[in-house]
């Protein structure tokens, strides 16, 4: 669910733009949104995490099968480029050919996700229950704090009070917190039916925010310099994962690397298996030649990115200075895309 809602506001974004034909402001953010997690969100969970823990551990098992995935991912990405670069340039109909290819493989890479799902849910949900109960853990924790609250107060009016009959002077204790006041611990929440309102109104304010940000995308390129590749793969995927990026660092200093991990890598694998492939598929009903190929370098740089991820996790163990090396790959790729011309990433 973290990582399913941390991607909704990108993905409004993405179909916004891939409206609009800016298909390479798309397809860099759907890569900037896999390096932002796998490097740049991972990075800091390991070294806020390492910084107050000397190792933190976590399910082995689930990062093994999170590396997989992103292996298959890479591979999604990486077969197009190969493919179109084995070809001569002279082919013919060579463009239509790497976009039949991407949307066929697109539509294998849903069905993987699906798989994934039913694998996470249902055959194998008890390997993801740690990261569940975290979860859980972390959205009742204010709650929690509230009623722990409430306790202590009362148990000091009962020995003042034991105290008064004794001949003591009375002293009055204020309430720690509003539940004092009635001596109740009750929470509301909201119904199925306001909750689904409330993320229909913040869903229908985002397109229109994302409606304008994607319409003043050529003004920023020409005042700032910079090119589309670079706005859509470090600013996009940065603003628009904010409040995700947040909730990772927060669990990872609490020790909860299970949840923390999953909302990094499980919103990679989500962005690289369902959302780009969906895109595709969009872009086939909209007749926008949307496709997996991305240039050379960016799927080297997709490659180096999951290659030293993968290696890092798969020990079911992190520390600081592994987060300092994910980081460090992000700066070095964050520089490198600041001078990459749009030209190019076609």
């Known amino acids: 669910m973290n990582a399913t809602f941390g991607n909704a506001v990108e993905v409004i974004v993405s179909i916004i733009a891939l409206k609009q034909n800016q298909i390479t402001m798309v397809q860099a953010s759907m890569l900037g949104s896999i390096l932002s997690n796998l490097l740049l969100v ?11 823990f000397k190792t933190q551990l976590f399910n082995q098992t689930v990062a093994q099968t999170m590396s997989s995935l992103l292996a298959l991912s890479v591979i999604g990405l990486l ?3 190969a493919f179109k670069a084995s070809l001569p340039a002279k082919t013919e109909y060579l463009e239509d050919k790497v976009l039949e290819f991407s949307r066929g493989t697109s539509i294998i890479l849903l069905v993987v996700y699906c798989f994934y799902l039913y694998f996470q849910l249902g055959t194998h949900r008890e390997l993801f229950e740690d990261a569940a109960a975290e979860e859980a853990e972390e959205d009742e924790s204010a709650i929690e704090t509230g009623i722990t609250s409430t306790v202590e107060p009362a148990e000091e009016r009962s020995s003042l009070s034991r105290a008064d009959s004794h001949g003591r002077a009375s002293i009055v204790t204020r309430p720690k917190t509003i539940y004092d006041l009635d001596g109740s611990a009750e929470n509301t929440h909201l119904g199925p039916i306001s909750s689904s309102i409330v993320l229909l109104l913040c869903t229908i304010f985002v397109s229109i925010s994302a409606d304008y940000l994607v319409g003043s995308i050529d003004d920023i390129v020409e005042s700032s310099g910079l090119s589309k590749t670079f706005i859509g793969l470090i600013v996009i995927p940065i603003v628009g994962n904010a409040a995700e990026h947040v909730t990772a660092v927060v669990v990872a200093y609490k020790n909860k690397m299970d949840l923390a991990v999953g909302v990094a890598i499980g919103s990679s694998i989500q962005i ?14 909209f007749q926008i030649p949307m496709s997996l190929y991305f240039s050379t370098y960016e799927t080297a740089v997709m490659f180096v990115a999951v290659f030293i991820t993968n290696y890092l996790i798969l020990d079911g163990e992190s520390n600081w200075l592994e987060g300092a090396m994910l980081l460090s790959t992000y700066a070095i790729i964050g520089i490198s895309f600041y001078f990459y011309p749009d030209t190019l990433a076609v």
């Open 42 to 52: 991972l990075g800091c969970c390991f070294v806020v995490g390492g910084a107050r």
């Open 79 to 81: 077969l197009p480029a």
């Open 272 to 285: 690289a298996i369902f959302v780009t492939p969906f895109l595709v598929l969009i872009g086939w009903i």
